[in-house]
């Protein structure tokens, strides 16, 4: 997990004619292939033209090990990428979570395709899983003469396809210089994988070399699951087969006894203390305890009215962060446990997961994987933390809208937040955001982030839930808190103060002042900022559902005109 490796040629090759200043053509075939662990794979792979093999600053995750969230798109990276990308990252604008891409300087891509292949036997265009485990044939090929790039894949053991995956005009005389390095980099993200390149042919002004498949190395065995060491085995006397036999129909019975009696124990515990509660993981308390130092006050992480939060180191590689819940009632506890099943079956990357729970007495105590960077609102309202970029506070936006989404509508059932909030947005190492303590709808958003319908009946909605994201996001952006009572009568609430700033045309004034102003895009603090309004409209059937919201972020769908966006705040 957040492993990044690099492989290149060892020397520079050069991509400029000599004594000239064009470019020569250039084709490489090579094949890779991805493995995942258990689960879902990690972020991917790509070949890469460099001018340097200094990737020291850069992140484990979407960013392949090449670039970070300050150096992703600067013009002065002059970079090529290629990459074959298997986690949809909402905010690097992937299509999806099994695609192809060309990149120049940063991760968003400038091209980018479904992988896959074109059969030329049936004519027509078949999928390709890049993390299936097995080899994948690609063909890169740029001409100068047409100022072109083609990607092409195919399975290992079909020829070049006539047709190729992605076909682009590109210009590369502002990309490549007189000598750059080639070859590939690859990341894991939070999930395991492995990134294999198995043969790689590589010309200039010529076509690369093709492979002889038989010798072709083959792809090392998965590494076995852990598993504890197994019990030393029992020796008996070669010409003993009787006895053997007797040996082994004993252990296998008394074996059989003991998983029945064992598993019947655990069913009636189950009933007896979670009745109703099913495919959950139960950690035991002592592992939770012991991982905590006995919820010690030096491994406490925070305190909120929904409970506390503390650091645990599971294991020697593992930490987690545990949520500690009183709970009042039997009542209280089975409503508890019945969301709890529901929220372990909700993985999204832009969520935090919860990998359990385990219960003494009258206290519950969730486990969550551990989120390193803290809460965003100490990034936001606080002096002892780095200053956020622009480009950090939009991504984060977007990778919350993200998770929202989620929770709202790519599940047969919706799951309510209940408390959208800047304390409840965790950042990972990267600043990529992880939205926490989800999935208890019963409890209230704190002050300014209250919907006006959810002061009256109490419930909370995806539409409650859309309000308090709408505040969110002009906090994120102003770098202040929703209500500031100390501020001039006109400035306490932000919304009215964000709504007066639309009306009065001035609304970039709004950002946080820390924010260097060489680093804002304008357009897209706008965006951010009149997406916020239609969120927080009075009216919950008035405000766009997350689909909708996501959708005006990533610029797939046009925002309404300046008069309807602030009608009805």
């Not at 709202?408 to 955001?433: F, Y």
């Amino acid at each position: 997990m957040r492993q990044m490796g690099q492989a290149f040629h060892g020397f520079p090759i050069p991509f400029l004619k000599p004594n000239s200043s064009n470019l020569v053509s250039f084709s490489t075939s090579f094949v890779f292939a991805i493995t995942p662990g258990s689960g879902t794979p990690g972020h991917g792979l790509a070949f890469v033209i460099s001018p340097s093999l200094d990737f020291s600053g850069a992140f484990p995750s979407n960013y392949l090990g090449l670039f970070n969230t300050s150096t992703n798109g600067n013009a002065s990276n002059h970079i090529l990428a290629v990459e074959f990308d298997t986690v949809h990252a909402v905010e690097l604008d992937d299509i999806d979570d099994n695609h192809v891409g060309i990149d120049l300087n940063g991760m968003n891509s400038i091209e980018s395709a479904p992988a896959a292949y074109f059969d030329d036997r049936e004519e027509k265009t078949l999928s390709l899983k890049l993390a299936s485990g097995k080899p994948i044939r690609v063909w890169i090929e740029y001409n100068t003469a047409d100022m072109t790039i083609s990607v092409t894949l195919a399975p290992l053991d079909r020829p070049k396809p006539n047709l190729p995956l992605i076909l682009r005009n590109l210009n590369l005389s502002g990309i490549l210089s007189r000598e750059h390095y080639v070859g590939f980099t690859a990341a894991t993200g939070t999930i395991t994988s492995s990134h294999f390149v198995l043969g790689w042919s590589f010309n200039i002004e010529g076509k690369a070399s093709d492979f002889v498949i038989t010798k072709l190395p083959s792809l090392p065995d998965p590494p076995p699951p852990f598993s504890p060491s197994p019990n030393p085995p029992i020796i008996v006397k070669k010409n003993s087969n009787h006895t053997k036999l007797i040996i082994i129909c004993a252990a296998s019975g008394t074996l059989a006894i003991m998983i029945m009696i064992l598993l019947g124990f655990w069913v009636f515990r189950r009933k007896q203390i979670f009745p109703g509660a099913g495919g959950t993981r139960k950690f035991s308390y002592q592992t939770v305890s012991s991982a905590t130092e006995g919820f010690d006050n030096s491994m406490l992480l925070g305190e909120r009215n929904s409970g506390s939060f503390y650091k645990g180191q599971l294991t020697p590689t593992e930490i987690i962060a545990v949520k500690r819940i009183t709970c009042t009632t039997r009542q209280q506890t089975t409503t508890l446990i019945a969301e709890i099943d529901d929220i372990l079956n909700v993985t999204q990357r832009n969520l935090v997961n919860l990998l359990g729970y385990c219960s003494q007495g009258n206290e519950i105590y969730l486990v969550y994987e551990y989120v390193p960077n803290g809460s965003l609102d100490q990034f936001l309202f606080c002096h002892d933390r780095p200053i956020l970029t622009w480009s950090d506070r939009f991504c984060i936006i977007k990778g919350i809208a993200s998770a929202l989404q989620h929770l709202h509508g790519e599940r047969q059932k919706s799951l309510i937040h209940g408390n959208v909030k800047a304390s409840n947005v965790l950042l990972d190492e990267e600043l990529n955001p992880r939205l926490g303590d989800y999935g208890q709808g019963s409890r209230h958003s704190t002050s300014g982030h209250v919907a006006p319908e959810l002061v009256d009946t109490g419930h909370v909605t995806c539409d409650t839930d859309v309000f308090a994201f709408g505040v969110l996001m002009m906090e994120i952006v102003c770098g202040r808190k929703a209500i500031e009572t100390t501020k001039p009568p006109e400035e306490i609430s932000l919304v009215n103060w964000v709504l007066r700033g639309v009306k009065n045309g001035n609304m970039l004034k709004r950002c946080d002042e820390r924010i260097n102003t060489k680093d804002l895009v304008f357009q897209e603090v706008l965006l951010v900022l009149k997406t916020g309004l239609l969120c927080v409209r009075r009216t919950p059937e008035a405000r766009p559902m997350m689909k909708k919201v996501l959708q005006y972020l990533n610029g797939t769908e046009r925002l309404p005109h300046d008069d309807f966006v602030v009608f009805g705040v």
